[in-house]
């Protein structure tokens, strides 16, 4: 069973609205100045979130199409650890995973050079492997602020003359090394959750236990998704 996590290892870890008119054709999505808004039915309540589509293009488009094709219903949430992250979109209530399209390309040190925001308490961002570029439909939500997934910013030059990670100090650093670090990827935040957080804090907050093919953090009563629709 494959199923998208957030690799969690230390070491490799404003926003202007947008109004958005939706050209639905195909796959085709075309986007002017209103952030686009999706609704979130689940069996703990429902809450909206705000997506940011010049942020984080790619991801956006690739979540939209998501929620467009109905992948999100009846899926549920099947990693909640309180004081960090819930986690879904990526099997259903029978713990089976639900068929992707594939990955969609890291945006996470684009969006945060845009002024996008970090992993923060609200924050929508995509789960994925110990590959960067992995992040298919899964996401999670931040329920704390997580420093430690936000993605490192790199500065100008190659080589970069002056680099600075966990503390230690790196002079002359080949630019392509740097781009190509795993470490340095973190994670893509694409959103923020506008309204409903009581909801997702109730979400945070279930018994956890072993399901399905996992060992531990599953709801051990399931929190559907009943649906997900985009509403803005």
């Not at 998208?4 to 008119?21: E, P």
């Not at 002024?115 to 992040?135: C, E, F, V, W, Y």
């Not at 531990?216 to 929190?223: A, G, L, N």
Request: no cysteine.
């Amino acid at each position: 069973m494959n199923s998208q996590t957030i690799f969690l290892h230390r070491r490799t870890f404003k926003t202007v609205t947008l109004t958005v008119l939706l050209a639905l054709s195909g796959s085709q999505i075309a986007w002017a100045d209103v952030a686009p808004r999706v609704k979130f039915a689940t069996s703990e309540g429902d809450f909206v979130v705000e997506v940011y589509p010049d942020k984080a293009p790619k991801t956006v488009e690739n979540f939209l199409q998501y929620v467009k094709d109905k992948h999100y219903d009846g899926t549920i949430f099947h990693r909640v650890i309180n004081n960090f992250m819930v986690q879904g979109g990526g099997f259903d209530a029978k713990y089976a995973e639900k068929p992707s399209r594939p990955p969609v390309r890291h945006e996470g040190q684009e969006a945060l050079a845009k002024g996008g925001d970090k992993n923060t308490i609200g924050t929508l961002a995509m789960a994925r492997t110990s590959d960067p570029h992995s992040a298919t439909a899964q996401f999670f939500i931040n329920v704390k602020d997580n420093d430690f997934l936000n993605p490192t910013l790199i500065p100008p030059g190659d080589p970069v003359p002056r680099f600075e990670y966990q503390g230690q100090i790196y002079e002359n650093t080949p630019r392509s090394k740097l781009l190509n670090a795993p470490q340095l990827f973190g994670y893509t935040v694409f959103g923020k959750v506008v309204s409903g957080m009581d909801v997702v804090n109730k979400i945070k907050s279930v018994p956890t236990g072993a399901g399905g093919p996992f060992t531990s953090d599953v709801p051990k009563t399931p929190v559907l998704i009943k649906s997900v629709t985009l509403i803005k």
